[in-house]
């Protein structure tokens, strides 16, 4: 039988790049698995046998184990909410990560029965609670069971499915059905510090991110037939991306997560957003700062002033005047001087972000208004509207003077709780007859 190569020169090349390309596909395809395989090794290494999340979380309570069988019951608090009830969902999610961090835990019950409601900060919380003790049985060698009982309502069921820890332990069969699944806009990206820790020059991460996250509100908007204008989505980006900056940059601990939700299955559309980080609070990155520092000549004044007037008490603290003075136009530990850098300006003009989606739901009268809530240490300041920004500064009193105290429902003290880190909350209603001129969105 003759060769293929003297009855058919053509065909036998063709033949024989197919067999290479084939060839090419298979080493790739191999080199990829291994690739994969071996940053898998080196993210589950840099883990460590221990959680650094749970320690954080735990470092500031009394020692919580599970029973004498390794088994854990979590009931969740009836309002499993961080804008609604700070202090009890924070003091139950410390107190399951003290127990998580047991080095035998095998079973893992959350009894939801009980929850009539539910925020985005506690419902990212308590994912990375469940992604932290996953991967720490798996590097521990260890299996941990999960089981646990749903909400009553279908609105917090779905919540729950679609990404809660339903969604967190990939359970496929209980993930919502698509008819439902197509009424929800969902968004949810964790940046780990330990796969970040063998990802170290991986700085399209927060680009990728933040693009993302923009095209998710813009989705939400879509929803009542708007959009945001190239010029808001460029703005959104940037504030978002210079939030994702100062939690890498300042906490000290590559480790933050942003979420965003919003259900139309039912009549009230509400949309929710959720950024957090762990490692150093806000207050404790400035306080840190050497005294000639740029920012620190900034903010010395006011602690000064406070000190001297006798503001510092039980109620009252460096910490919490700390993370309000953070808050201004222009303050950044990374700000070296006067027009030198224009860090310092993502939270700022964040803020005003929201204040103008603020004043365009005042404006429609929607249900409930729209709400921020910033928590860092033990410091929770809520923005609902009643003191706005002026000249680059807002001091949370009628006279916008950070030499003076701020209104004690606004900044507030989160008693026998410190966060590890930093949780900005927003919350705010979607209408058809919302005219979003202000926020840079269109119909």
Request: charged share 25%; with cysteine; net charge positive.
């Amino acid at each position: 039988m003759r060769h293929l190569a003297k009855v058919d020169v053509p065909l036998f090349l063709r033949g024989k790049r197919a067999n290479k390309s084939d060839r090419y596909e298979r080493r790739l395809e191999r080199a990829l698995k291994k690739s994969k395989r071996n940053g898998h090794l080196a993210a589950m290494r840099a883990f460590g046998t221990h959680s650094a999340i749970l320690g954080l979380l735990s470092t500031h309570l009394p020692a919580a184990v599970p029973d004498k069988k390794g088994r854990i019951k979590f009931v969740v608090p009836e309002k499993f909410s961080v804008l609604e009830n700070p202090v009890e969902v924070l003091r139950a999610i410390m107190v399951l990560a003290c127990q998580l961090q047991w080095p035998r835990v095998r079973e893992v019950h959350i009894d939801m029965s009980k929850m009539r409601s539910y925020d985005l900060a506690a419902n990212g919380l308590l994912d990375v609670l469940v992604e932290e003790a996953t991967t720490k049985a798996k590097r521990t060698g260890h299996r941990i069971r999960w089981n646990g009982k749903y909400p009553v309502t279908p609105e917090l069921r779905r919540r729950v499915q679609a990404m809660g820890v339903i969604k967190r332990l990939k359970i496929f069969h209980e993930y919502p059905e698509p008819a439902v699944a197509s009424r929800l806009e969902t968004f949810e990206h964790r940046c780990k510090n330990y796969v970040r820790a063998v990802r170290l020059n991986d700085t399209d991460e927060k680009n990728r991110t933040t693009q993302k996250f923009v095209d998710h509100v813009n989705a939400c908007l879509g929803r009542i037939r708007k959009e945001l204008i190239p010029e808001a989505r460029s703005v959104l980006a940037k504030y978002i991306g210079e939030v994702i900056d100062n939690a890498e940059e300042h906490a000290g601990m590559y480790d933050w997560t942003i979420q965003g939700y919003l259900d139309t299955n039912t009549d009230d559309w509400v949309c929710e957003i959720c950024i957090f980080n762990f490692g150093k609070t806000i207050a404790r990155t400035l306080d840190d700062l050497p005294p000639g520092h740029y920012a620190r000549k900034y903010v010395q004044p006011y602690l000064d002033e406070h000190e001297k007037r006798g503001f510092f008490s039980s109620g009252w603290c460096r910490e919490r005047l700390l993370t309000i003075i953070a808050l201004q136009r222009g303050v950044s530990s990374k700000n070296l001087g006067e027009g030198v850098t224009t860090r310092g300006y993502g939270s700022f003009e964040l803020i005003t972000f929201f204040m103008k989606i603020q004043r365009e739901c005042a404006a429609v009268g929607n249900f409930g208004g729209a709400v921020m809530n910033l928590i860092s240490g033990n410091t929770r300041i809520v923005f609902d509207g009643k003191y706005a920004l002026q000249d680059g500064n807002i001091a949370f009193n009628s006279k916008n003077d950070l030499h003076s105290l701020p209104d004690a429902q606004c900044v507030t003290e989160l008693q026998g709780i410190s966060f590890p880190g930093t949780m900005l909350l927003i919350k705010y209603p979607l209408s058809l007859k919302n005219t979003a001129e202000t926020s840079g969105v269109k119909a």
